[in-house]
């Protein structure tokens, strides 16, 4: 049976330097609008349940010469006159801000030295590669979570040379002969599917509850604005009766 260990809330940091192994799975829920998006669609798996918590996937290589934690992934980074679309390398840095992804999980499938080798060797030939990360098959993806009975088969938006975060995550655990989506063609699976994967496995969940914070943020901004409206009144109030006293 899987084993789930809900981690004490503690800084994101922390957590990922104490869980993150050559070979492991990282989760990641952000809270941007194309993160809501896709936990939203993927809602679709199991009604029941409220949204996902996962938006991206990524594999843990581990520590390198520079004494810092890696990353390779599938990913959509955004900067000032620079764009990477596909399969990269990243510090681990990256999930550092709580802000910016209030959810994390750490899954260790207990892989070999010699699985370990072969799964980031196989990561590594698709970053040397330039896979392409794919919006258009991440749409084809939506459009089959809508019919389950689909999801078998191919993307129909399908790209050659192109992966979405948990798709490649999928792809490269496939080569080594380990099925984290038993059933599913790989341009079809989610982060939500990687999860629920009946591999075993142990997760290491990070979950905070953002959405009383945000409550609790909101209650606090309608108060400071309350307090805006109200001061600005007094002030009208006393420059009419100012006005009305400085009359002849």
Not at 70 to 93: A, C, F, M, P, Y
Not at 142 to 170: G, Q
Not at 201 to 208: E, V
Request: glycine residues 6%.
């Amino acid at each position: 049976m899987n084993k789930v260990e809900i981690v004490p809330s503690m800084p994101n940091r922390e957590f990922l330097l104490k869980y993150a192994q050559p070979g492991r799975v990282g989760l990641a829920g952000g809270g941007g609008v194309f993160d809501k998006a896709i936990r939203k669609a993927e809602r679709r798996i199991d009604p029941k349940q409220p949204p996902s918590l996962w938006s991206h996937a990524f594999l843990f290589e581990g520590c390198r010469a520079d004494g810092q934690h890696w990353v390779i992934e599938s990913d959509l980074e955004i900067h000032h006159k620079h764009i990477r679309l596909g399969v990269q390398e990243n510090r681990i840095t990256k999930y550092f801000d709580e802000e910016v992804y209030p959810w994390l999980a750490v899954l260790d499938f207990g892989l070999t030295p010699e699985q370990v080798a072969a799964l980031l060797g196989e990561g590594l030939e698709m970053v040397a590669g330039r896979v392409r990360y794919s919006v258009r098959e991440l749409a084809g993806t939506f459009m089959r979570l809508r019919r389950p009975e689909l999801r078998a088969h191919d993307n129909p938006l399908a790209r050659r040379k192109s992966l979405f975060c948990s798709a490649f995550v999928t792809h490269v655990f496939r080569k080594i002969d380990v099925d984290l989506a038993p059933g599913l063609n790989e341009k079809h699976t989610t982060p939500e599917d990687i999860s629920r994967t009946p591999i075993p496995h142990d997760t290491f969940l990070l979950r905070r509850d953002v959405a009383r914070r945000s409550i609790r943020e909101r209650i606090r901004r309608l108060g400071r604005a309350a307090k805006v409206r109200h001061k600005k009144q007094i002030r009208k109030v006393r420059t009419v009766l100012t006005a009305k006293r400085t009359r002849p």
